[in-house]
């Protein structure tokens, strides 16, 4: 039944965990994989077999049955992983966005006009990303664009908290000056470093999953 079989792949999830935690550090995986072994000892009986199938007695089946549920582990474990990328972003990008104005206003001494300069900035690194990305439908190692991705990202948040170093008197008007062009500038990486890993950790979730989880 499908409570069988997704508690077999659960249990080989778990299982190929455990052999890779013995080669380098997954602790932080323990408070996600050990709730699913723990799901995973109750499906069956939440969704049992509806009837029994044939031949589960030959040796073909065993090992057609137990290589398919071995792949869908593997499956599920790259998925994981891909989700859990996902969330970077969410806890160490997305929330600049939250300090901004205090950024705008403490930091580089700008006005509102400035403040929605700096706000759009990102708006239109991602629009760049979002159309360059759609171009490159066909782009080959996704994974390796993801972890460049990140990195830009962690970067450019650095070199934009660094950009307060720079000369903040005005050379026009009252509110542009070396610092805030330097920091609008880096926010238009920061927001296509952004829109490029989102883009990317998606369709690798797209990807690996199976046409009947998409729907």
């Given at each position: 039944?499908?409570?069988?079989?997704?508690?077999?792949?659960?249990?080989?999830?778990?299982?190929?965990?455990?052999?890779?935690?013995?080669?380098?550090?997954?602790?932080?995986?323990?408070?996600?994989?050990?709730?699913?072994?723990?799901?995973?000892?109750?499906?069956?009986?939440?969704?049992?077999?509806?009837?029994?199938?044939?031949?589960?007695?030959?040796?073909?089946?065993?090992?057609?049955?137990?290589i398919s549920m071995l792949?869908?582990?593997?499956?599920?474990?790259?998925?994981?992983?891909?989700?859990?990328?996902?969330?970077?972003?969410?806890?160490?990008?997305?929330?600049?966005?939250?300090?901004?104005?205090?950024?705008?206003?403490?930091?580089?001494?700008?006005?509102?006009?400035?403040?929605?300069?700096?706000?759009?900035?990102?708006?239109?690194?991602?629009?760049?990303?979002?159309?360059?990305?759609?171009?490159?439908?066909?782009?080959?190692?996704?994974?390796?664009?993801?972890?460049?991705?990140?990195?830009?990202?962690?970067?450019?948040?650095?070199?934009?908290?660094?950009?307060?170093?720079?000369?903040?008197?005005?050379?026009?008007?009252?509110?542009?000056?070396?610092?805030?062009?330097?920091?609008?500038?880096?926010?238009?990486?920061?927001?296509?470093?952004?829109?490029?890993?989102?883009?990317?950790?998606?369709?690798?979730?797209?990807?690996?999953?199976?046409?009947?989880?998409?729907?």
């Amino acid at each position: 039944g499908v409570g069988n079989a997704i508690s077999l792949i659960l249990w080989l999830t778990v299982l190929i965990y455990g052999l890779g935690s013995l080669y380098c550090r997954l602790d932080g995986l323990h408070a996600l994989v050990m709730p699913a072994a723990a799901v995973a000892v109750v499906l069956p009986v939440v969704f049992p077999a509806a009837r029994a199938l044939a031949n589960t007695e030959t040796l073909a089946f065993r090992a057609h049955l137990l290589i398919s549920m071995l792949a869908y582990s593997l499956f599920t474990i790259a998925s994981l992983h891909v989700m859990l990328m996902a969330l970077i972003p969410q806890l160490f990008a997305i929330p600049y966005f939250t300090i901004m104005p205090v950024f705008a206003a403490e930091v580089l001494h700008t006005n509102a006009v400035g403040y929605g300069v700096l706000a759009t900035m990102p708006g239109v690194g991602a629009t760049v990303a979002t159309l360059t990305v759609a171009t490159l439908s066909d782009i080959r190692n996704r994974g390796r664009f993801l972890v460049v991705s990140a990195v830009v990202q962690g970067v450019s948040i650095v070199i934009l908290a660094a950009t307060s170093l720079a000369s903040k008197e005005p050379f026009f008007a009252d509110w542009l000056s070396p610092a805030f062009v330097l920091s609008a500038l880096v926010l238009v990486f920061v927001g296509g470093s952004v829109m490029t890993y989102n883009t990317l950790s998606n369709t690798l979730v797209q990807t690996l999953s199976s046409d009947e989880m998409r729907g």
